[in-house]
């Protein structure tokens, strides 16, 4: 594949790469003690039997229809059905309460659901009237007609006339509704047509293709993707579901993050998009494996990250420096990323910001990383490091395709065919953000002279002290997650004296090895910046609610629930 096709929709992208690679392995999950995989010619097939079912049993064109799943087949299978008959899909996290998925339902409008597992769709039946409930298990609801999806996916017949209807929806359609995973009020429904996710999808392939051309040419049908990001989130959605389908590369659904090294090793996967919750995690484990190494070991892990990183960031290296590398790369580099199962090409951060020296740590390992930027509205990436040219520190340049400029006080605006149609049913809120065809992002960046742009903050996120000044949260949170001892960090303070954080310690750490930590990140930062006070408090987890399904922390909770640990701690 030399040049990104241009398709109208993406039904018809999904149906026409069927016709191209009919027996080529598209999908594969983890069933009945084995890896389990189906052909492009058969998603066609069954996608096409559930469209044509959908519509018998009432599903509509504009129809909303909640999608609750882990990420399996059957996902992108019910997704490109209802694509293909203009239904409009509302993907959902399967962490979402009953309260969560009534808010979606409500707002939605939604009255027919496809759902994965029993429990799961008993909780969407409880939450809101529904007039179909689709499972992929044996499950009852009392009063709510209900089918199985194996019975709605079992039609023999070829894909041609639903694949023939797909290719007439034009581009501007509403493709879905994605919402946004409410780290501070309730969530909003985001509409995203096919354009803005085919502009993503043609922006990240003119971006990737410097690295399959680095490979000397093999090209992304050779790609085996590791999925395990949820495929409601918009990131995922795009980037591991729609693109790397439409460049051939055999996508493999993890068992969830907590079978996720296992996965990797099992399934030793080409490309994977990460967040920086999980990099962080890997790091602070390798970092601990090697502290508990011989004197020896831990020196020569030393000078691998030493040499890497001067190597990484295109320094000279010294003739000893040389003829060491060769031997660090067999005893210490390698052996790093045969925990990524020693195939990784390439993985992309995204989701929320990477603390530049986790990105460096990798980068001086041999993993080429590459850390972009989005946000739902805009489809949702809009700018990546490419693989060629990684500056770490920054988020890449914008994808072509993607306009961008930085406004007076400092926020990111957007332009171009990837930002949202607005928000569903909030004109007013869709006109705060959208002014003049510019998307407001309500992050703080700046532009390099290169082009590459960095992220400094979140507009409503910054916190103003009792003596005026502003002070980035982000940054700092950032310089305490980069210390080994601390494994999850939350910076407080607006309308102080000065700041707080609440820390959860790493595995293995104590709170003197937190206070330390807390320490030498004050000596790095400005006085009117340094933590006074800072209480060690338990994780954060999606669980206990201040944790999103992808892994960001929901602040104002946290605040909320450990806010009063800070009387009488002092950093």
């Not at 093999?218 to 389908?245: D, I, K, N, W």
């Amino acid at each position: 594949m030399d040049a990104y096709p241009t398709w109208p929709n993406l039904a018809a992208m999904m149906f026409e790469c069927a016709r191209a690679w009919p027996q080529r392995p598209m999908l594969r999950a983890f069933r009945q003690g084995a890896w389990q995989g189906i052909t492009w010619a058969e998603f066609a097939r069954q996608t096409a039997s559930v469209a044509r079912r959908l519509r018998a049993a009432g599903v509509a064109a504009g129809d909303r229809v909640l999608i609750v799943s882990e990420n399996r087949p059957e996902y992108p299978i019910a997704e490109t059905a209802l694509l293909a008959i203009r239904a409009v899909p509302v993907p959902a996290y399967t962490t979402n309460t009953v309260d969560d998925h009534a808010h979606v339902l409500r707002d939605s409008g939604a009255r027919v659901a496809i759902v994965s597992t029993a429990a799961l769709a008993a909780k969407v039946a409880q939450a809101g009237p529904l007039r179909l409930l689709v499972t992929m298990e044996d499950f009852a609801a009392p009063g709510v007609p209900g089918i199985r999806f194996a019975v709605l996916a079992g039609e023999d017949a070829p894909p041609d006339d639903i694949a023939a209807e797909a290719a007439l929806i034009p581009p501007g359609a509403l493709a879905c509704l994605i919402y946004t995973s409410g780290t501070g009020g309730a969530p909003k429904g985001v509409m995203l047509p096919h354009r803005a996710i085919l502009s993503n999808c043609a922006g990240a392939f003119r971006l990737l293709q410097r690295l399959w051309r680095e490979d000397g040419g093999t090209g992304p049908r050779h790609e085996t993707y590791l999925s395990y990001l949820p495929l409601s989130h918009s990131f995922e959605h795009t980037a591991g579901q729609f693109f790397m389908l439409s460049v051939g590369a055999e996508v493999v659904y993890s068992r969830g993050v907590e079978h996720l090294a296992a996965d990797i090793l099992a399934v030793r996967p080409t490309i994977m998009t990460m967040v920086p919750r999980v990099l962080e995690v890997i790091r602070g484990r390798i970092l601990a494996q090697v502290a508990r190494e011989p004197g020896w070991k831990r020196a020569l892990f030393a000078r691998a990250l030493d040499i890497g990183t001067r190597r990484a960031a295109g320094g000279r290296l010294s003739l000893l420096d040389r003829v060491l590398d060769p031997l660090l790369e067999r005893l210490v580099r390698h052996k790093v990323r045969a925990r990524f199962g020693g195939r990784l090409r390439a993985a992309i951060s995204g989701g929320a910001r990477l603390e530049p020296e986790v990105g460096r740590f990798y980068l001086a390992l041999g993993i080429k990383l590459l850390q972009g930027y989005g946000q739902t509205e805009a489809g949702p990436v809009i700018a990546a490091n490419p693989p060629d040219a990684i500056r770490i520190e920054t988020v890449g340049p914008p994808l072509e395709g993607v306009a961008l400029r930085i406004a007076e006080d400092g926020e990111i605006l957007v332009q171009g065919d990837l930002v949202m149609d607005g928000y569903w049913g909030r004109p007013e809120e869709t006109a705060a953000v959208i002014r003049d065809g510019w998307l407001h992002t309500g992050d703080i960046g700046v532009l390099d002279p290169d082009g590459y742009l960095r992220i400094t903050d979140r507009k409503k996120d910054m916190i103003v002290l009792s003596g005026g000044e502003n002070i980035s949260p982000a940054r700092i949170e950032g310089m305490l997650l980069a210390e080994p001892a601390i494994a999850q960090a939350v910076v407080t303070g607006e309308g102080q004296a000065g700041l707080s954080a609440l820390v959860v310690a790493a595995e293995g750490c104590d709170e003197t090895a937190v206070a330390a930590a807390v320490s030498a990140v004050n000596m790095r930062l400005a006085v009117t910046e340094r933590i006074r006070r800072h209480a060690v408090v338990p994780a954060f987890t999606i669980d206990n609610g201040l944790l999103t399904a992808t892994q960001k922390v929901r602040r104002h909770l946290v605040v909320r629930a450990h806010g009063a640990r800070l009387d009488g701690h002092a950093a």
